[in-house]
C-alpha cells in the first residue's frame, strides 16, 4: 500500500525562546531509561519551547518506505530525477503526513521559522522545489511528523530523568550516521551511556 504523500501546511507562528528555561534550538537526549519505545535512543532537535508546550523534531530515525525521488512524484514537483536530493526521516509520532524541512538559515522563504541563528524550519513545498532544482539550504533533511508537548509536560519529563540536553551543532543535525547520533550526542555532554542511569536533566 502506497504511503499517503504528506501535505505542506503552514506552520502557525510560535516563541523560539532560549532564555528563561527554554530550550529551544537546544537537542534532547533520551535516557537510556526512556520508557516509551517511540522515543527509546531518540535524538530530538526542540524546534519550539514556550509555556505552550514544546515541539521538536527526531533526527535519528531513518523513514522506510519512501525516498525522496518517490516523495516529488506523489506531490508532482518536478525535477523527477532531481539535481539534489535529502534524506528523509520519521520526525515523531504526531501528524506522520506532515512534511517538515529542518534546515541551515542560509535558505528561508515565507514562513519559514527560525530554530536558532544557524537552523530553519520549513514545511513549504517551495523548499523541495528548490531542493529539486539543485539550490535550496547548505544541509537539511524533510521529517514526516513530529514529537509535541503540552504546557509543563517536557519539563515534567526532564524532571523525572527522561532528557538530558546538549547544544545542537551542524555534525550532530545533518551528519550522515544516524544509527551512532544518540551516543555522538551523549559524547558532547562527555557522558559513558553505560554509567547513565538517574541523572538529572543537564541544565
Same mark, same amino acid.
Given at each position: 500500500?502506497?504511503?499517503?504523500?504528506?501535505?505542506?501546511?503552514?506552520?502557525?507562528? #510560535?516563541?523560539?525562546?532560549?532564555?528563561? &528555561?527554554? /530550550?529551544?534550538?537546544?537537542?534532547? %537526549? *533520551?535516557?537510556?531509561?526512556?520508557? =516509551?519505545?517511540?522515543?527509546?535512543?531518540?535524538?530530538?532537535?526542540?524546534?519550539?519551547?514556550?509555556?505552550?508546550?514544546?515541539?521538536?523534531?527526531?533526527?535519528?530515525?531513518?523513514?522506510?518506505?519512501?525516498?525522496?525521488?518517490?516523495?516529488?512524484?506523489?506531490?508532482?514537483?518536478?525535477?523527477?530525477?532531481?539535481?539534489?536530493?535529502?534524506?528523509?526521516?520519521?520526525?515523531?509520532?504526531?501528524?506522520?503526513?506532515?512534511?517538515?524541512?529542518?534546515? #541551515?538559515?542560509?535558505?528561508?522563504?515565507? &514562513?519559514? /521559522?527560525?530554530?536558532?541563528?544557524? %537552523? *530553519?524550519?520549513?514545511?513549504?513545498? =517551495?523548499?523541495?522545489?528548490?531542493?529539486?532544482?539543485?539550490?535550496?539550504?547548505?544541509?537539511?533533511?524533510?521529517?514526516?511528523?513530529?514529537?509535541?508537548?503540552?504546557?509543563?509536560?517536557?519539563?515534567?519529563?526532564?524532571?523525572?530523568?527522561?532528557?538530558?540536553?546538549?547544544?545542537a551543532d551542524e555534525s550532530l543535525l545533518f551528519g550522515q550516521n544516524a544509527g551512532d547520533l544518540w551516543r555522538q550526542a551523549l559524547g558532547k555532554l562527555?557522558?559513558?551511556?553505560?554509567?547513565?542511569?538517574?541523572?538529572? &536533566?543537564?541544565?
Amino acid at each position: 500500500m502506497a504511503r499517503r504523500a504528506p501535505t505542506a501546511p503552514t506552520p502557525r507562528p #510560535t516563541p523560539f525562546l532560549t532564555g528563561d &528555561g527554554y /530550550l529551544a534550538g537546544q537537542l534532547l %537526549v *533520551a535516557m537510556p531509561t526512556m520508557e =516509551d519505545p517511540r522515543f527509546a535512543r531518540t535524538v530530538i532537535c526542540l524546534c519550539a519551547h514556550s509555556a505552550e508546550g514544546a515541539m521538536g523534531i527526531v533526527l535519528n530515525k531513518p523513514l522506510e518506505g519512501l525516498s525522496f525521488d518517490d516523495l516529488l512524484g506523489q506531490l508532482g514537483l518536478d525535477p523527477v530525477p532531481p539535481q539534489r536530493r535529502i534524506r528523509l526521516v520519521s520526525g515523531g509520532p504526531v501528524e506522520g503526513g506532515r512534511g517538515f524541512v529542518l534546515h #541551515t538559515a542560509d535558505w528561508e522563504t515565507e &514562513g519559514s /521559522l527560525r530554530v536558532s541563528d544557524a %537552523v *530553519a524550519l520549513t514545511a513549504s513545498v =517551495d523548499i523541495l522545489k528548490a531542493i529539486a532544482g539543485g539550490g535550496g539550504p547548505k544541509e537539511g533533511f524533510l521529517a514526516l511528523g513530529y514529537a509535541g508537548w503540552g504546557p509543563g509536560q517536557l519539563e515534567a519529563e526532564i524532571q523525572q530523568n527522561a532528557w538530558l540536553n546538549v547544544p545542537a551543532d551542524e555534525s550532530l543535525l545533518f551528519g550522515q550516521n544516524a544509527g551512532d547520533l544518540w551516543r555522538q550526542a551523549l559524547g558532547k555532554l562527555h557522558v559513558d551511556p553505560a554509567a547513565l542511569s538517574g541523572f538529572a &536533566g543537564h541544565a
